[in-house]
């Protein structure tokens, strides 16, 4: 498998920095991928994808969807956050928000958000759900004058 033990792969992440590193070159060397994007990273890199969400939705959706995507994602961090530092959330609304924060997380190894080549992705949908209640509680919490 070409791992190797816990401290050796650190480093590197187990290798993803390598990818991401081929990635972004492959951008570097023919930029019109980030005008229109590809369908899948699988069939342009030879079977390997990115590891990453955000790189894998520059590379799939080109700079227009990217943009798209931080704005979704800027949107759930700060909504998180407001959610566990305002005093009046209920546990359940700190869990969506954790949990919103933790999927995220997981996103900065796997592309498992924003996937475009399947029909139905279970994390989008977890994903996009968590982000409706955390966009909806946050206009109940008080703005400060």
């Not at 080109?62 to 759930?76: H, R």
């Amino acid at each position: 498998s070409g791992q190797k033990t816990f401290q050796a792969d650190l480093p590197t992440l187990n290798g993803r920095t390598y990818l991401w590193i081929s990635f972004l070159e492959k951008i570097w060397f023919e930029p019109a991928i980030l005008l229109r994007g590809v369908v899948d990273t699988r069939l342009v890199w030879g079977n390997l994808h990115t590891h990453n969400a955000w790189l894998e939705a520059l590379i799939m959706l080109g700079l227009p969807g990217f943009i798209l995507v931080l704005f979704f994602s800027w949107n759930a961090t700060w909504s998180s956050f407001r959610i566990l530092w305002h005093n009046g959330a209920g546990m359940f609304q700190k869990n969506i928000a954790l949990l919103t924060l933790a999927t995220m997380v997981a996103a900065l190894l796997e592309p498992c958000l924003f996937i475009t080549y399947t029909e139905w992705s279970f994390s989008d949908f977890f994903f996009f759900l968590c982000l409706g209640y955390l966009f909806l509680w946050n206009k109940e919490i008080p703005r400060k004058k």
